[in-house]
């Protein structure tokens, strides 16, 4: 039942910004600054998950100011490092993109993996949607996965994987992600730290818990 749950929030949070994704640029994010009760578990401080969601909203509201409406772009930012996907009609906008991106606060770091083709249809989005709710599921049922230590964004059938994790878990939520239909390439935008970092990350058990 805890797995059900768990997994119920998630495809819940998905519907909810799958209407916002949709009808205007902002990205599809399902991840702890989505589920506010998973937050805690994220691997980022809660100062830098505060950060990357500044992050996204101003980056947003510039494109926006600089692009208008000829340009679909989701963006995401994970530790300061921002990822872009969507569509450009042609290379100088997609170089001015970047441009002003890099021109936000706080941003350390840009993956620019936007596309100069036509916005893609409303089918491939609702698809490119569902897809990541299929990834983030598989990694809940995963029991050797921390599913929300991952930022998960598809585009086009493309998923890119974002966070801060071991080796191992990367190559876990690798093979999880290139299990699912409808996934056609998996690229990873994440941070690799050692396994000892990862301890040191992970919550400590409390003293009521270590007696029992």
């Known amino acids: 039942m805890k797995t059900s749950h768990r997994k119920l929030l998630l495809l819940l949070a998905l519907s909810a910004t799958l209407g916002a994704g949709l009808s205007a640029c902002a990205p599809l994010i399902v991840g702890g600054a989505v589920v506010g009760s998973l937050m805690a578990t994220d691997r ?3 100062g830098t998950q505060i ?8 980056a947003a509201s510039r494109i926006r100011e600089h692009l208008g409406g000829r340009v679909r772009v989701g963006v995401t930012s994970y530790n300061r ?3 872009l ?3 450009v009609p042609n290379a100088q906008d997609k170089q001015l993109l970047e441009q002003v ?6 941003v350390r770091a840009i993956v620019n993996e936007v596309g100069i083709l036509g916005q893609a249809s409303l089918t491939q989005r609702s698809s490119d949607a569902l897809v990541t709710g299929r990834v983030k599921a598989g990694m809940v049922d995963a ?3 921390f599913a929300n230590a991952f930022k998960v964004v598809t585009e086009r059938g493309t998923v890119y994987l974002m966070g801060r994790v071991t080796q191992r878990e990367a190559e876990r939520a ?16 994440l941070e690799i730290i050692s396994e000892e970092e990862l301890q040191a990350l992970l919550p400590k058990p409390s003293a009521n818990e270590t007696r029992k």
Do not use: M, W
Not at 51 to 58: A, F, H, M, P, V
Not at 182 to 187: A, N, S, T
């Open 44 to 46: 980022r401080t809660a």
């Open 51 to 58: 950060e990357d969601e500044g992050i996204e909203l101003r």
């Open 81 to 83: 490092q921002v990822l």
């Open 85 to 87: 996907t969507g569509e």
């Open 101 to 106: 991106v890099a021109r936000v606060e706080n």
């Open 143 to 145: 029991k050797d996965l």
């Open 174 to 189: 690798t093979d999880i992600a290139r299990s699912i239909s409808g996934v056609q390439k998996v690229v990873r935008v």
